[in-house]
């Protein structure tokens, strides 16, 4: 069974502060991806990341696959209010399909 | 564009009691799953579809059926509920390339209070 950590579980910061999500695994994955969840709401996918060493940048997201492919971090430079809510990791492997294994979560808040 | 369709978006049951989660995609889709989500433990994938007539059990499968007898539809049964099947449930699509960087299209969820 693959499974993922996802680090930290809870983050509450204030407006304009920097942060990192950490997702890590002892599993090799093809695939990384990070999906943003709104209360009420299913999660809706950010960014996918495939090439080990891989950096994809969505406005002040910064995304990263290590390169071993077994880990991934999200940045968000300067956060904002409209930032908050629940960031999901989660790890395709081989053809998996849509059979993802998801992280555990990290609920941002950002304070105004 | 309705994308994926849940329902109930709200539920609750007695122990004992049976009931379906309705899902339904309208974007031809060969993949569909469903999840339940609990509270610091992200999504649990219940069971899966690669296609019509095609089903098998994910990582939590115990006391839940599926069937897949259209590419469209993709029901969640409860037969005998539980209080540990309280959850949110989420059913989800993809295509199906196999490639294992699929992109899962999400319903709005199902919220299910089993008493």
């Known amino acids: 069974t693959q499974l993922l950590e996802q680090s930290p579980q809870f983050l509450s910061i204030q407006e304009g502060e920097n942060l990192t999500v950490y997702c890590n695994s002892s599993s090799v994955f093809s695939s990384l991806q990070w999906y943003r969840q709104e209360p009420g709401e299913g999660p809706v996918l950010l960014v996918t990341v495939v090439t080990g060493g891989e950096v994809k940048k969505l406005k002040r997201l910064t995304f990263q696959f290590g390169d071993a492919r077994k880990d991934s971090s999200l940045h968000i430079t300067a956060a904002q209010p409209g930032d908050t809510g629940l960031y999901l990791c989660?790890?395709?492997?081989?053809?998996?399909?849509?059979?993802?294994?998801f992280g555990q979560g990290t609920i941002l808040t950002v304070h105004p | 564009n309705a994308g994926v369709t849940q329902t109930p978006k709200f539920q609750v049951l007695k122990t004992g009691q049976s009931m379906t989660l309705q899902c339904a995609q309208d974007?031809?889709?060969?993949?569909m799953s469903w999840y339940r989500q609990d509270p610091g433990m992200g999504l649990r994938l219940i069971h899966y579809s690669v296609g019509a007539g095609i089903t098998d059990q994910g990582e939590v499968p115990n006391g839940y059926n599926v069937s897949r007898s259209t590419t469209e539809d993709f029901p969640l049964r409860l037969l005998s509920a539980a209080p540990s099947q309280t959850s949110v449930y989420f059913c989800?699509?993809?295509?199906?390339?196999?490639?294992?960087?699929?992109?899962?299209?999400f319903g709005a969820g199902s919220r299910l209070t089993v008493l």
């Open positions: 989660a790890g395709g492997a081989g053809t998996s399909y849509g059979k993802l294994t």
């Open positions: 989800a699509s993809s295509i199906g390339t196999g490639t294992g960087a699929n992109v899962l299209t």
């Open positions: 974007m031809n889709h060969e993949y």
